[in-house]
T-cell receptor
Framework: DQQVKQNSPSLSVQEGRISILNCDYT??????FLWYKKYPAEGPTFLIS?????DKNEDGRFTVFLNKSAKHLSLHIVPSQPGDSAVYFC???????????FGTGTSLTVIP | NAGVTQTPKFRILKIGQSMTLQCTQD?????MYWYRQDPGMGLKLIYY???????DKGEVPNGYNVSRSTTEDFPLRLELAAPSQTSVYFC?????????????FGDGTRLSIL
């Protein structure tokens, strides 16, 4: 049973425009959420996180939004750059803290 | 800064063979994890460890064994390889002393069982 879902397998965006990646979860015990970026033949690398006590967290061009009532989070990349082309995974952890559940990933292509 | 190192990067096994995937980290992290990623799927947790001598099962532990004799090393053992274990395996680590912390991942081991 997939507790973290990314319903869009792929997304294409023009360079300079906004990329919006979405993620839904089902477990109300999740209280820590992360986005990872993955290039081919490499491991995932941490991008940005958000705790359930917040609804927004920014880091440069990357912003994560959390809507707890809808059990939904999104990652906004503004402006998108060709180097952002990668697979993005969202992940969530319950308040016990030691297990992470991953979505299936969204492959982002930024077109120059 | 090596971070999390996995060996080998690639391996082909025959059905019924055994092997150990190696993972070592140099960040003095207390938590370590093994995941598998099948095509089109997210990462699934196989086993994890909260410190030397302590391991626990994740979502998909069947067919695997782990040990954690040191803080740095967390090997994953396949005893009787089966085609269903063809996957990419990732090792990760983090420190959860006071609050949640993101995981650091190795570059993966691509394993094919024929």
């Amino acid at each position: 049973d997939q507790q973290v879902k990314q319903n869009s397998p792929s997304l294409s965006v023009q360079e300079g425009r906004i990329s919006i990646l979405n993620c839904d979860y089902t477990n109300s015990m999740f209280d820590y959420f992360l986005w990872y970026k993955k290039y081919p033949a490499e491991g995932p690398t941490f991008l940005i996180s958000i705790s359930s006590i917040k609804d927004k967290n920014e880091d440069g061009r990357f912003t994560v939004f959390l809507n707890k009532s809808a059990k939904h989070l999104s990652l906004h990349i503004v402006p998108s750059q060709p180097g952002d082309s990668a697979v993005y995974f969202c992940a969530a952890s319950p308040n016990t803290g030691n297990q992470f559940y991953f979505g299936t990933g969204t492959s982002l292509t930024v077109i120059p | 800064n090596a971070g999390v190192t996995q060996t080998p990067k690639f391996r082909i096994l025959k059905i019924g063979q055994s092997m150990t995937l190696q993972c070592t980290q140099d960040m003095n992290h207390n938590y370590m994890y093994w995941y598998r990623q099948d095509p089109g799927m997210g990462l699934k947790l196989i086993y994890y460890s909260v410190g030397a001598g302590i391991t626990d099962k994740g979502e998909v532990p069947n067919g695997y064994n782990v040990s954690r004799s040191t803080t740095e090393d967390f090997p994953l053992r396949l005893e009787l390889a089966a085609p269903s274990q063809t996957s990419v395996y990732f090792c990760a680590s983090n420190n959860i002393e006071y609050s949640n912390q993101p995981q650091h991942f190795g570059d993966g081991t691509r394993l094919s069982i024929l």
